[in-house]
């Protein structure tokens, strides 16, 4: 599987920001960066920085969690913003992750690939790139089998990526106001329209 690197705009650093280390970085070099409010990750050594997420961002995240949480089976959990990492010099925090409940006080740190049984990523104007080509080639390469992506500014639409002998093969795309029906990591039914509803309307 060809690899696919981050462009300069994905990578620029923000404000005056200086860290430590000097590029290729490793995973180790993360632990020593400042908690500034940035998501630090990582692809094959080049920096990938994201800002806080938006309200909107931080709304689709929760109920996506909520909805998973409520229809996972015994054993397994779905989590936010876990640490994944991949190999020394590629890491990654996804918005969601599901992972088996046995390896929630067995890992310290950072969940392995072989941990991830789904993989969730909510686009926003900084992360499409990283999201749509990169975090897809680079999950389908770790072998991690059900990756979704969510589209806020298509309605928003959800992209379910399975994992075949070749990697990932065209995801199915679940739209606004259709129920959404998976089997895998475990049976879930929604429509993507909810995960932009606030609780209390």
């Known amino acids: ?35 500034d409010g940035n998501r630090y990750e990582l692809i094959n050594g080049s920096l990938l920085v994201s800002p806080a997420p938006s309200p ?18 015994p054993g397994l959990q779905p989590l936010s913003t876990v640490n994944l990492r991949i190999s020394e010099r590629t890491f990654f925090i996804p918005d969601i992750a599901v992972v088996p409940v046995r390896r929630l006080r067995s890992v310290e740190l950072m969940f392995a690939p072989s941990d991830i049984l789904l993989a969730v990523e909510i ?7 990283r999201d749509r080509l990169v975090k897809a080639a680079a999950y389908a390469e770790a072998g991690i089998t059900t990756y979704w992506r969510v589209e806020l500014d298509e309605g928003p639409a959800l992209y379910a990526y399975t994992l075949g002998t070749t990697g990932y093969g065209d995801p199915q795309v679940h ?25 209390d309307e």
Do not use: N
């Not at 994905?10 to 070099?29: H, N, R």
């Open 56 to 73: 909107l961002h931080q709304l689709a995240i929760f109920q996506m969690q909520r909805l998973l949480y409520e229809a996972a089976p």
């Open 1 to 35: 599987m060809a690899t696919i690197e981050p462009t300069a705009t994905e990578t620029a650093l923000p404000g005056d920001t200086v860290l430590p280390g000097k590029p290729p970085f490793t995973v180790d070099d993360l632990l020593e960066f400042p908690d």
């Open 123 to 129: 686009v926003s104007p900084t992360t499409r790139v």
């Open 175 to 199: 739209r606004a106001g259709q129920v959404a029906a998976f089997q895998a990591p475990f049976e879930v039914a929604f429509d993507p329209g909810v995960l932009v509803e606030a609780l």
